[in-house]
């Protein structure tokens, strides 16, 4: 609708107006919207060739973890930088999911895209994968604050709530971030008892609570080299999960 794209257009407007403060290198920034018949239906970004998205190297069972664990660290420090943007207060990656970064073959270097979702100036948030419609949120408003569709608000605690969630999926082979909140702790001890160390599973553990998240990133070491038996998939197969 036209708040819906009003707002894309402001987003990508701040973007290219701050592009100096910002001089991030690893953040593919939008260049200007793109119309069809007169309707506005994307936005057209600098053009990477020899590209692979980051989604299809951290589900591919023949990557190492090691691997996988380098490319989430890079992740890590590009949300850091753009939290470490000072001109610009509040700046957050917003919708913070693997899809939305890319792995260059040619400088082997992660960059983050599709900038439209994030949060700058005055904009709003109109959807986060792993936050949006999440109602393992609700309960900690003064933590995931929510707007008047009941939806999180933007903030420090859903950047790492969200990028919590692309290591867990990671360390999953799958959709964990589904997992209904019993079953979610259910397979945190599955976790605990094969191999993943007590600091990190306690740090997902505290993911619903009111402390406060932080990257977890300092404690990636504690993910195993045999993650098999973490499986979220055969795990809801053995729970019998019928809506995963």
Not at 39 to 54: D, R
Not at 70 to 84: D, F, G, N, P, T
Not at 209 to 233: F, G, M, Q, R, T
Request: aromatic share 12%; net charge negative.
């Amino acid at each position: 609708d036209s708040k819906y794209m009003g707002n894309k257009f402001l987003t990508i407007s701040l973007l290219n107006h701050y592009k100096d403060e910002i001089s991030i290198p690893q953040l593919i920034l939008p260049e200007q919207l793109v119309s069809i018949d007169k309707v506005i239906s994307g936005f057209i970004m600098p053009f990477i060739p020899n590209n692979t998205n980051l989604s299809l190297i951290l589900y591919d069972k023949n990557v190492e973890i090691s691997e996988k664990i380098k490319h989430l660290r890079s992740c890590e420090q590009i949300i850091q930088a753009v939290h470490h943007v000072k001109a610009i207060e509040g700046f957050l990656l917003g919708d913070i999911h693997e899809s939305n970064f890319i792995y260059n073959h040619d400088d082997n270097k992660i960059y983050a895209v599709d900038l439209d979702g994030c949060k700058i100036g005055n904009n709003q948030i109109h959807s986060m994968k792993y936050g949006s419609f999440n109602e393992k949120l609700y309960g900690f408003e003064k933590k995931y604050p929510l707007d008047y569709d009941d939806n999180p608000i933007c903030n420090i605690n859903t950047e790492w709530y969200c990028y919590s969630m692309m290591v867990l999926n990671t360390i999953g082979q799958g959709n964990v971030h589904r997992l209904l909140i019993n079953d979610f702790y259910d397979y945190l001890q599955l976790l605990k008892d094969n191999g993943v160390g007590k600091e990190l599973v306690d740090y997902f553990c505290n993911l619903y609570s009111y402390k406060s998240n932080v990257s977890p990133a300092p404690l990636l070491s504690e993910i195993p080299d045999d993650i098999s038996k973490l499986n979220v998939n055969e795990f809801a197969k053995q729970k019998k999960l019928t809506y995963m």
